[in-house]
């Protein structure tokens, strides 16, 4: 039985990490050279289940773009991992979007990968795709993020998006009644990026919380900005959220207290405290997602009110236990079902942890480097 580890992620060392915009050249890694021909041979095996394939099997892992934290921690994981447990890892970025990552994927279903793992820039454009690896013989796990109308998905690996989005509504309530005294609460609303399909279960999720209480009196929402439509953050990027951010609070919060602000992400919640900030406003109680090494600090400082932890190195060697299923010939573990627009997918959910000042050293206690960033902060 092949025994998965994940070698511990150069990621501690690795100090500050590239993210989207200052990535830039060609994102392709694959395994460091072995003692053997680490040139990817096409292999004349298929996937099928009750055969498995070898050991030393091409794997492909196709991430979106580097948007946060978590898709570098998953690309130096991955490529360790893999390369740990004996297969060919191709590890690319779509750094140019959804067509990019159609080709990449086309190019890994040529070069012999007998699992494909993608973080799907837009879940809606893949469909061909996938179904070209499934008749292939290539198994499919959509990682993350679903990949949609489309019956080639073979398994969801994730951490449960929509209990994302309802920790951060709590989230929210809860700063607001620790920090800002008695309701009723001016807040505004940031969702993530419309062609992620995680931004719609992460706002559903935090709506299915804060509805009622926008319905009630409790929370105002003075731009009158309430639908993912309106609050979508294009590409996740915090200069559009920031730019949002600015205009609204110019707009309607001349007089006015703004006390918190729904963000689906850290990098997102880190703009929305630069706009206030900049307009010399109180600052709001913030909700974040993804433990990213600055907003760890924040949080820690007392200043972001909360993040989520969604613990990278969980979500990479959940995966890298099912790819191990598959290469043994045997089903995939799932725990739930997700529907995809086309079938119910086989999923691994996975936990996601609200952070917060008062519990950030514990949830992070088995995270040396954000444990230490805690430490150094706190
Ligand atoms: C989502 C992911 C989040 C968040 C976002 C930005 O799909 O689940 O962790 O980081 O992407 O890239």
């Not at 004996?86 to 970025?93: A, E, L, M, S």
């Not at 067509?99 to 799907?120: P, T």
């Not at 609460?185 to 935090?206: R, T, V």
Request: charged share 20%; net charge negative; aromatic share 6%.
């Amino acid at each position: 039985m092949k025994k998965i580890t994940v070698a511990m992620t150069a990621l501690a060392a690795a100090g500050a990490l590239a993210l989207a915009g200052c990535g830039g050249g060609d994102d392709t890694t694959t395994a460091p050279p072995s003692d053997g021909d680490n040139t990817q041979q096409p292999d004349d095996g298929d996937a099928t289940e009750g055969e498995g394939f070898a050991a030393d099997a091409t794997i492909g892992i196709s991430l979106p773009q580097k948007t946060s934290q978590n898709w570098v921690e998953a690309e130096e994981m991955f490529l360790a991992g893999l390369s740990e447990a004996g297969y060919n890892p191709i590890v690319q970025f779509a750094n140019n979007g959804a067509s990019e990552q159609q080709q990449q994927i086309e190019s890994m279903i040529e070069q012999g990968a007998k699992v494909i793992v993608i973080g799907a820039v837009d879940g809606s454009q893949l469909s061909s795709q996938v179904e070209r690896a499934r008749d292939a013989g290539v198994k499919i796990i959509a990682y993350d993020r679903m990949i949609q109308e489309t019956d080639a998905v073979d398994l969801y690996v994730a951490y449960d998006n929509f209990q994302v989005g309802v920790g951060q509504g709590e989230a929210l309530l809860k700063g607001l009644a620790e920090r800002k005294g008695d309701g009723p609460w001016n807040i505004e609303l940031i969702a993530g990026s419309n062609d992620d399909a995680n931004s719609k279960p992460f706002f559903e999720g935090a709506m299915s919380i804060l509805q009622p209480k926008i319905d009630d009196g409790t929370l105002k929402v003075l731009s009158g900005q309430t639908t993912q439509a309106q609050v979508a953050t294009e590409g996740w990027q915090a200069s559009v959220a920031q730019n949002r951010m600015d205009s609204i609070i110019s707009g309607f919060y001349g007089s006015e207290e703004l006390h918190g602000v729904l963000s689906p992400n850290d990098t997102l919640a880190r703009a929305a405290i630069a706009s206030a900030q900049a307009a010399g406003k109180d600052l709001p109680v913030l909700t974040g997602q993804d433990s990213e090494d600055d907003s760890v600090a924040s949080v820690a400082k007392g200043e972001q009110y909360h993040t989520i932890f969604k613990d990278t190195r969980g979500l990479v060697d959940a995966v890298l236990a099912q790819i191990d299923l598959a290469q043994q010939g045997q089903p995939f573990n799932s725990n739930a079902e997700v529907d995809n627009g086309t079938i119910q997918v086989p999923t691994d959910f996975l936990t996601p942890i609200s952070v917060f000042q008062d519990n950030a050293a514990e949830v992070y206690a088995n995270d040396e480097a954000r444990a230490k960033i805690v430490a150094d902060n706190s």
